[in-house]
């Protein structure tokens, strides 16, 4: 009785600490997805409807622990809402009208991210090499530009491919493009808390490297491949379960690719590189560890989701498929490295090499399964 009573006053002292600003931004949100609702919803199943409306509670919640996630969300609002009414609902349009052909059609939208993140990775290393405080806030503010423009082209590719069909439009999670680009956003975004939390933007050197890495395979990918090109959904994916297993996932590879980064860095700082310019060996453990942490909470939560799907479309919760077998490889692995941590206490430069290790773990299971390995999931091949 009285725990219940102590989390009931919890929850109203809570409350009782936001602002009328908190509630206007919660109420626009609200207005937001009722827009939606109205305008689109006609293109929507009940279980996306679902998602609409869950994502209310919880992007106001973000947006009261973290603010800078109003004004991101507010301008994804405006700029996609701009950039959609700019199509007249016409594709042809994306060629035609200037700020969709410079600006905010999907491609230029992603090609204005891939700049802004390599520019932000320049500036992040100037900065650090330099002890430049301007530098290093540069590079900060060319990543918010880049999450911006990333988001913004993902929620209009996600209209395009309404304008081409309505049996071909899908939310764009569905490819190698569009999770690279989803990967690059998760990644950049969670970074972002963190240097914002801890006050320090010497980790932004080491981690754009890895969302560099990624842009560079994207634009390298849509050269060679054409892979912009909006695609029907093969029929495996056509199922409400990629909607919410995909971001799932890639949330779990975006945190673990960062604490990886984090590792490198923690490696330089205790063998002298850098030492200086680095946060403490506390900080970056701290870092480090919460990465994990969340990465495995979603990770996990995907694992699952992805069994349900699997029993939906192929009639098993698990068939050894490779994609599978390296996902539960890389589930093990974290979950690992969190035992050892919680019971053993791990710190230190086992737990950073591990860390990195785990990268290359990830990225194989990411990536290398597509490029070497066939199974049910070859839809995804290279």
Same mark, same amino acid.
């Given at each position: ?45 009940? &279980? ?20 800078? *996630? ?16 700019? &199509? ?13 052909? &410079? ?149 779990? &590879? ?48 995907? %694992? ?20 599978? %077998? ?16 919680? *019971? ?26 597509? *490029? ?11």
């Amino acid at each position: 009785m009285e725990t219940s009573m102590e989390t009931s006053l919890t929850y109203q002292s809570y409350f009782k600490r936001l602002s009328i600003f908190d509630w206007f931004y919660a109420v626009l949100l609200s207005m937001g997805s009722m827009y939606a609702m109205s305008r689109y919803g006609s293109y929507m199943d009940g &279980y996306e409807k679902a998602i609409l409306l869950f994502s209310v509670p919880t992007f106001a919640w973000l947006g009261w622990n973290w603010k800078p *996630m109003r004004v991101l969300m507010m301008a994804l609002a405006l700029l996609s809402l701009f950039a959609i009414s700019q &199509y007249g609902g016409s594709l042809d349009a994306a060629n035609k009208r200037f700020f969709l052909k &410079y600006l905010f059609s999907s491609q230029s939208a992603i090609l204005w991210m891939s700049t802004f993140f390599f520019l932000s990775t320049l500036f992040y290393w100037g900065g650090l090499i330099a002890r430049s405080d301007f530098g290093s806030s540069v590079g900060s503010a060319l990543c918010w530009a880049a999450v911006v423009m990333g988001f913004t082209g993902l929620l209009v590719r996600w209209y395009e491919s309404y304008l081409i069909g309505a049996d071909v439009g899908h939310i764009p999670v569905s490819n190698l493009y569009e999770v690279f680009v989803l990967f690059s956003m998760i990644t950049a975004l969670f970074y972002l808390y963190y240097e914002g939390s801890y006050g320090t933007r010497q980790l932004g050197a080491f981690v754009m490297l890895v969302i560099s890495a990624a842009v560079a395979f994207l634009l390298w990918y849509t050269v060679s491949r054409d892979a912009a090109e909006i695609q029907p959904l093969v029929p495996a994916l056509q199922s409400w379960w990629m909607k919410i297993h995909v971001p799932a996932n890639f949330i779990g &590879y975006g945190t673990f690719s960062l604490a990886a980064m984090v590792g490198v860095a923690y490696l330089f700082k205790v063998r002298g590189i850098l030492h200086d310019r680095l946060p403490s060996l506390e900080v970056l453990d701290d870092v480090m560890y919460k990465a994990i942490a969340v990465g495995f909470a979603f990770f996990t939560i995907a %694992t699952i989701l992805g069994a349900l799907w699997a029993a939906e479309a192929w009639g098993g919760y698990w068939s050894w498929d490779p994609k599978e %077998t390296w996902a539960l490889i890389v589930w093990l692995n974290y979950a690992a490295w969190l035992h050892m941590r919680l *019971m053993k206490g791990l710190r230190g430069q086992v737990a950073a090499w591990w860390a990195v290790v785990g990268l290359l773990v990830t990225t194989f299971a990411f990536l290398g399964v597509n *490029m070497f390995l066939s199974g049910l999931h070859s839809y995804g091949a290279l």
